[in-house]
């Protein structure tokens, strides 16, 4: 953009697409949806790493059907989502929260 010297009569038009080029980039800024990862599966050896378990571990949870999980040619792999959403399961409530439920009568 250039820097020029605008006359008192220009700065009605140069306010009019300043403020259309504003709404543009508001609108720009509101339908960009932010870019999702693929989900990624990861080995035995990822799994365990992540969930700071030993492999024999996994694999029990694994023959239990504990643990999500898919096998395909003898191998197994894990959607990581879905291994967050697993351990998210088993989170154990604060005192705060359940007071709050508590006192709110759930």
Known sequence: MENQKLSFDQLPEAVSRLT??????ERMLRDDTPCSEPDEFLNLDQTCKMLDLSKPTVYG????RQIPHSKRGG???FLKSEIHAWVLQSKRKTMDELKAEITEGK
Do not use: C, F, G
């Open 20 to 25: 259309a080029q504003m709404e543009n980039i």
């Open 61 to 64: 949870l694994v023959s239990h």
């Open 75 to 77: 191998r197994l792999r």
